[in-house]
């Protein structure tokens, strides 16, 4: 597949004109090979560029590009990695706030999805709220967050010991507790731990649970992943590098 093809269908399948974002979303690094492999990863860093040259990867989609809105210099790190992947022909597509927004194929409507939750409001552009078919423990929720994000969530309960709704906010978003409704959900879900949010959740009465920003941010990538496969047949491979925050 030609990549000016492919790189037309995600900028609109995305939308990702639709949100404010310091990320430089869109096409990062150009690659001149025919799109047969997609390499999808949370992470634009020199690890993920090497697992994805020796799976022969032509196209790597990541949340976290290498440019954000300020002039950079390609020097030092940002040389190595920029060079790496043109002297191995990899190009570098980017989705940052538009995937954590996408109702289809974001971080937060595929968490609401696989945490078991059905979608009932979307707040601040894109942090969701999900409702579960019937109440659980909060004690059984955190240990299905742990389960389904392979992680090891921190977590503070401070609201009711059966939950029924939830809110996720992916990665660094958990400041938006603060423009959360009292009432809309039992749970807050985010990546980043925070000192800053805690009293204000115990004063809400909304438990807590910080499950990590790169646990909360694979799953974007994925869906699109998938949505490849599924529309044009190409070959992917998720490539796992987790900071383990």
């Not at 707040?123 to 240990?143: E, H, M, R, W």
């Not at 029924?164 to 009432?183: I, R």
């Amino acid at each position: 597949m030609k990549l000016k093809k492919l790189v037309e269908f995600l900028n609109k399948e995305l939308d990702i004109g639709s949100i404010e974002d310091d990320s430089l979303n869109g096409l990062q690094i150009e690659c001149t090979r025919e799109i047969k492999k997609i390499g999808l990863a949370v992470d634009a860093r020199m690890e993920t560029f090497k697992r994805a040259a020796k799976e022969n990867v032509d196209l790597l989609i990541v949340h976290h590009g290498l440019f954000w809105n300020k002039k950079e210099r390609i020097t030092n790190i940002m040389y190595n990695r920029v060079k790496f992947l043109m002297d191995h022909n990899i190009g570098l597509y980017v989705c940052h706030l538009p995937l954590d927004k996408h109702n289809k194929y974001g971080n937060n409507a595929e968490l609401v999805r696989v945490l078991g939750g059905k979608v009932k409001k979307v707040f601040d552009d894109y942090c969701y709220i999900g409702v579960l078919q019937k109440p659980v423990s909060f004690t059984n929720f955190v240990a299905k967050v742990d389960k389904k994000l392979d992680t090891d969530v921190v977590f503070r309960t401070f609201g009711k010991k059966m939950i029924k709704s939830f809110c996720v906010c992916s990665g660094g978003g958990m400041f938006h507790l603060f423009n959360l409704k009292e009432g809309d959900a039992d749970v807050f879900i985010t990546g980043d731990a925070s000192h800053t949010i805690t009293p204000h959740a115990e004063e809400m009465g909304v438990n807590l649970i910080f499950a990590g920003h790169y646990a909360t941010e694979t799953w974007g990538v994925k869906a699109v992943g998938k949505l490849l496969e599924k529309k044009f047949k190409l070959k992917t491979v998720f490539i796992d590098v987790p900071t383990g925050l």
